[in-house]
């Protein structure tokens, strides 16, 4: 059964740096988009990076410039390097990939279950 693992999330002070990181669990052969999505308090879901697999990336407006979006695609992972965090940085971050073929499922598409990020003095 693939999976995507979220790690990295925390407390930072605004200004701060962080780092998440996505891996794919199980046999997968190949991933479409992979990349994160946040929920902020009292928001919908977001996009604030994705990375596609013919190697072009999007950011969202509210992070241009202060994010740097990673994919190892041998490893199957997907970082996010986000710094001169700000409290409206604070909510749940999740992994996305679509277009997953695995062992078992031809065209999937999974999230995982969020890590949490606060920015807060």
């Known amino acids: 059964q693939v999976q995507l693992v979220e790690s990295g999330g925390g407390l930072v002070q605004p200004g701060g740096s962080l780092e998440l990181l996505c891996k794919a669990s199980g046999t997968v052969f190949s991933i479409g988009s992979m990349g994160w999505y946040r929920q902020t308090p009292g928001n919908e879901r977001e996009m604030v990076a994705l990375?596609?697999?013919?190697?072009?990336?999007k950011t969202a407006g509210f992070v241009k410039g202060r994010v740097t979006i990673n994919r190892d695609f041998a490893q199957k992972t997907v970082t996010l390097e986000m710094k001169n965090l700000n409290p409206d940085d604070t909510g749940v971050y999740y992994c996305?990939?679509?277009?997953?073929?695995?062992?078992?499922?031809?065209?999937?598409?999974?999230w995982g279950r969020g890590t949490p990020v606060t920015v807060s003095s």
């Open positions: 990375f596609m697999s013919g190697g072009s990336t």
């Open positions: 996305y990939a679509d277009h997953i073929i695995s062992m078992t499922d031809r065209d999937l598409t999974l």
